[in-house]
């Protein structure tokens, strides 16, 4: 018998987005806690699973390390390709991976500069200059996202795809960055049609 698939996460993190795309896909796995309140992501044992010290963390079948949150996504979708949650035509891969790759590089940055700001500066002035910051740049990223991403009724159009588990992640911080969701009808619209399936339930529960 082949070991499950072993996902590290953290609650309240984007590896969320691969715990959504792993119940979407029916994957086995299994769930491996990081305790951030312990620092454990920075232990030795952890970093020598993932010398960056973060989640998700990603440990396939044949015990491969995988890590970041596009990777993974992508990953999940070809390996659980009867799940059809990407995009197979060379376009539609590539917009799935421009998204991604906008999530990751851009709004998770603009976030991470409220939890995470003493990663840039060591100046209590400037940790607080950044946290201020916050509220104005996930504005601007989810208005782009509502223009320009989400094609409805899920991101990538009619098929639902391991994108839009990564959207709602990222969405469910907006609260917490002082941003109203309601400022963008189609994010909102989608968050709560997120919210109710059933995979997403799951991969919310503790
Ligand atoms: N580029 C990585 C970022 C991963 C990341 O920053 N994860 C955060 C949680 S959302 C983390 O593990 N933070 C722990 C820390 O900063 O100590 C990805 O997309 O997977």
């Given at each position: 018998m082949p070991s499950p698939l072993t996902l590290y996460f953290a609650p309240g993190t984007c590896a969320l987005a691969v715990r959504i795309a792993l119940e979407e896909a029916q994957a086995p796995y299994q769930l491996q806690r990081v305790d951030f309140r312990a620092r454990q992501q920075q232990s030795a044992r952890y970093l020598a699973l993932n010398p960056k010290g973060r989640v998700p963390v990603l440990v396939t079948e044949e015990g491969i390390v995988l890590t970041e949150t596009p990777a993974l996504l992508a990953y999940i979708a070809q390996r659980f390709a009867?799940?059809?949650?990407?995009?197979?035509?060379a376009v539609g891969f590539a917009r799935m991976q421009e998204v991604h790759s906008y999530l990751a590089s851009t709004v998770h940055v603009a976030h991470a500069?409220?939890?995470?700001?003493s990663r840039w500066a060591d100046e209590p002035e400037a940790i607080v200059a950044m946290q201020t910051k916050v509220p104005q740049n996930m504005t601007e990223c989810f208005a782009l996202i509502e223009r320009h991403?989400?094609?409805?009724?899920w991101v990538l159009g009619e098929a639902y795809s391991v994108t839009d588990g990564y959207l709602f992640t990222m969405a469910s911080w907006l609260e917490s960055d002082d941003v109203?969701?309601?400022?963008?009808p189609k994010v909102q619209e989608h968050f709560e049609r997120m919210a109710v399936r059933s995979a997403v339930q799951r991969a919310l529960a503790e």
């Amino acid at each position: 018998m082949p070991s499950p698939l072993t996902l590290y996460f953290a609650p309240g993190t984007c590896a969320l987005a691969v715990r959504i795309a792993l119940e979407e896909a029916q994957a086995p796995y299994q769930l491996q806690r990081v305790d951030f309140r312990a620092r454990q992501q920075q232990s030795a044992r952890y970093l020598a699973l993932n010398p960056k010290g973060r989640v998700p963390v990603l440990v396939t079948e044949e015990g491969i390390v995988l890590t970041e949150t596009p990777a993974l996504l992508a990953y999940i979708a070809q390996r659980f390709a009867s799940a059809q949650l990407a995009p197979t035509d060379a376009v539609g891969f590539a917009r799935m991976q421009e998204v991604h790759s906008y999530l990751a590089s851009t709004v998770h940055v603009a976030h991470a500069h409220r939890p995470r700001a003493s990663r840039w500066a060591d100046e209590p002035e400037a940790i607080v200059a950044m946290q201020t910051k916050v509220p104005q740049n996930m504005t601007e990223c989810f208005a782009l996202i509502e223009r320009h991403y989400l094609q409805g009724p899920w991101v990538l159009g009619e098929a639902y795809s391991v994108t839009d588990g990564y959207l709602f992640t990222m969405a469910s911080w907006l609260e917490s960055d002082d941003v109203d969701i309601g400022q963008f009808p189609k994010v909102q619209e989608h968050f709560e049609r997120m919210a109710v399936r059933s995979a997403v339930q799951r991969a919310l529960a503790e």
